[in-house]
């Protein structure tokens, strides 16, 4: 639950006023594959590197945050044994969990 409202959170907090946000689930036997897309400006390619790094944020200081909630929802996700990976990043960013 909390790996989700990490990455919900992060998609509400960087789409625009009025824009929706996309959350996909799909059952690929014996995977639960989950994906939340959001419709902001994207990552940049200098903080793709960081992106799963403690305390690491990204240029946009407008948004409250301590750039620990990726790194958390990794941490979480590969205890049950998952997978997060960040599947775009130009054109909103959309990322991935498999469990």
């Not at 006023?17 to 059952?27: C, E, S, V």
């Not at 960081?50 to 305390?55: E, I, P, T």
Request: aromatic share 8%; charged share 20%; glycine share 10%.
């Amino acid at each position: 639950m909390q790996e989700l409202m990490n990455l919900i959170d992060n998609a509400i907090d960087y789409s625009p006023q009025g824009k929706t946000i996309d959350i996909f689930l799909t059952f690929q036997s014996p995977n639960l594959i989950i994906k939340i897309k959001d419709n902001g400006p994207g990552i940049s390619e200098e903080m793709l590197p960081r992106l799963f790094v403690r305390f690491a944020r990204g240029s946009n200081n407008k948004l409250k945050g301590t750039g620990l909630g990726l790194s958390i929802t990794k941490k979480i996700i590969e205890m049950h044994k998952g997978e997060i990976s960040l599947v775009e990043y130009k054109n909103g960013t959309t990322f991935q969990i498999i469990l």
